[in-house]
C-alpha cells in the first residue's frame, strides 16, 4: 500500500516519525538531523506546537534508518533489526567506560533486561543513550566495562527517581542475565546454599576484576572479603553518594544468589573498613537455623 | 515454580505490576513485529481500544484475551514466567525489607 501524499496526511507523518524515533530510541540530535530540521523547527515539532511534517522529511528519517515511509506509517518495519544497525554505527565507549574496564556486562545485563521488562524498551535505551553506551554492548555478556558505568548507572536511575527500594530490587533480579547461560545452569544445580555459594566463590572472576576476593566456604557459612584496591581504580569516580548505592547494591546481590538455585535468600552481615589498600567489606552468611525461610512463606 | 498459563497463577505474588509489566512486554514485542493495534485487533478479535488498555494496564487481560495474544504475539509462556519471578522477587525482598536485620538501613 502507497501513501497518498497530500497535506492531509501531514499528521500521519509527523505521528510515524515520532513513533519511529521513540522505537528506534534515537537521540534528540540524532532525530533533528534526520529529519533535516533545524534546531528551533525541531523542538517546536517535538513539544507539538504548530510545526508538522512534510513528506520531505519523514522520506530522509526512514531512509537514514534503511526503511520507507510506508512502513514507518504502517508500523511494518523490523524494529530489531533497525536497531542493530543503529546502534551498530554508534561510536565507541566514552573513555570513561573503557579505561579500567576491570566488569563484564553480565554483572549488569539483568539492570537492563529488568528496565526493559519492567519500564519498557524505550526507557532502557533512553537510560543507555544517556550515558553514550549501545544496547549492542550487551549481546556479549564477556564484554568488559569499567566500574564507573555501574556507578552511573545506580546514580542515574537514583537521579532518575528510582527509590532506594526499587534500586534494591535490581540486586534480586540477577536472574534475568543468567538465564540459559553456563553459570546460570550452575547455580542452577545448586542443592544447598554451601553448594551455591561455593559455585559463587568459584565464579567471582566472571563478574568482575574489580575487587580483590577471598572466600571460605563450608556446610554452614560463606565468608568473604573483598578489597576495592586504591591504585586499580585511580580514575574511578567514588563519591560517599555512589560508594552508598554500590554497597548496599552488593550487599543485597550478595544474599540473593541462592534464588538463582531455587534457595531462600540470606541477607549476609558485612562490616566495612578502610585499609591502606583500598576499601574492604567482610560479609558473613551463616546457613543453618532460625534465618532459613523457605521461599513458599513468601506468598500473598 | 511450574510453567503454569494461569493468568490468576501468574499475577499471584504482586497482581497490579504483574499486569503493569505485562501491558509493557505485550507493547514492546508487538512494536517489535511491527504488528499495529488495529492489526492485532483483526487477528486476536480482541478490541483495538481493549488491546490497548491491556498494554497501558488500565485493564487485566482475561485468560482467554491473554491466550490469544500469546499466541498471535509469538510469545513463549516461559517469557512471561520471567516477569512473573521479577514480581515474586520483588514480593520476597518486601519481606525481608521488613523482617530481616540485615537489611539496609
Known amino acids: 500500500m502507497k501513501i497518498i501524499r497530500n497535506d492531509s496526511y501531514q499528521n500521519e507523518y509527523s505521528s510515524a516519525a515520532r513513533k519511529l524515533i521513540l522505537n528506534a530510541g534515537l537521540s534528540q540530535e540524532q532525530a533533528q538531523n534526520f529529519l533535516c530540521l533545524n534546531e528551533t523547527d525541531y523542538s517546536r515539532w517535538w513539544k507539538e506546537c504548530d510545526i508538522n511534517l512534510k ?18 506509517v504502517f508500523e511494518t518495519y523490523d524494529l530489531t533489526k533497525l536497531r542493530k544497525d543503529l546502534f551498530r554505527t554508534a561510536g565507541p565507549l566514552p573513555d570513561r567506560y ?7 556486562v553480565r554483572s549488569s545485563s539483568h539492570i537492563i533486561k529488568y528496565l526493559t521488562l519492567t519500564k519498557g524498551q524505550m526507557f532502557a535505551d533512553q537510560i543507555l543513550k544517556s550515558m553514550q553506551v549501545s544496547p549492542l554492548l550487551f549481546d556479549d555478556q564477556d564484554n568488559r566495562i569499567s566500574l564507573n558505568f555501574f556507578l552511573d548507572l545506580l546514580e542515574t536511575l ?8 526499587e534500586l534494591d530490587n535490581l540486586a534480586c533480579v540477577l536472574f534475568l542475565g543468567l538465564q540459559n547461560t553456563n553459570l546460570g545452569n550452575r547455580f542452577k544445580s545448586a542443592q544447598t546454599h554451601a553448594q551455591c555459594y561455593a559455585i559463587l566463590g568459584e565464579s567471582l572472576s566472571s563478574f568482575d576484576e574489580n575487587f580483590l576476593y577471598s572466600y571460605d566456604v563450608d556446610s554452614s557459612q560463606f565468608h568473604m572479603t ?31 544468589f541462592p534464588y538463582l538455585s531455587g534457595l531462600e535468600p540470606i541477607l549476609p552481615s558485612v562490616q566495612y573498613s578502610t585499609k591502606k589498600s583500598g576499601l574492604c567489606a567482610q560479609y558473613s552468611v551463616y546457613f543453618a537455623g532460625d534465618k532459613s525461610r523457605p521461599l513458599t512463606l513468601c506468598r500473598n | 515454580m511450574d510453567l503454569s498459563r494461569s493468568i490468576d497463577n501468574l499475577a499471584e505474588y504482586r497482581r497490579s505490576e504483574f499486569f503493569q509489566y505485562l ?14 493495534v488495529d ?67
Open chain 1, 226 to 256: 573483598s578489597i576495592l584496591p586504591f591504585d586499580k581504580h585511580e580514575s574511578t569516580a567514588l563519591s560517599p553518594r555512589r560508594l552508598a548505592l554500590l554497597q548496599r547494591y552488593r550487599l543485597i546481590l550478595l544474599g540473593w
Open chain 1, 55 to 72: 513528506a520531505s522529511n519523514l522520506d530522509s528519517l526512514t531512509k537514514a534508518l534503511g526503511i520507507s515511509s510506508d512502513e514507518a
Open chain 2, 23 to 36: 501491558g509493557q512486554f505485550l507493547a514492546d514485542r508487538r512494536v517489535q513485529l511491527g504488528i499495529s
Open chain 2, 39 to 105: 492489526r492485532l485487533a483483526q487477528l486476536t478479535l480482541i478490541g483495538a481500544g481493549q488491546i490497548r488498555e491491556i498494554e497501558s494496564a488500565s485493564r487485566e487481560a482475561s485468560q482467554q484475551e491473554f491466550d490469544s495474544l500469546l499466541a498471535h504475539l509469538d510469545i513463549d509462556i516461559y517469557e512471561i514466567h520471567e516477569i512473573c519471578r521479577v514480581t515474586h522477587a520483588q514480593y520476597m525482598l518486601e519481606f525481608y525489607r521488613i523482617i530481616d536485620e540485615n537489611y539496609p538501613k
Open chain 1, 158 to 165: 537514583s537521579d532518575w527517581g528510582f527509590s532506594p527500594g
Open chain 1, 98 to 104: 573503557s579505561v579500567n574496564s576491570y566488569s563484564r
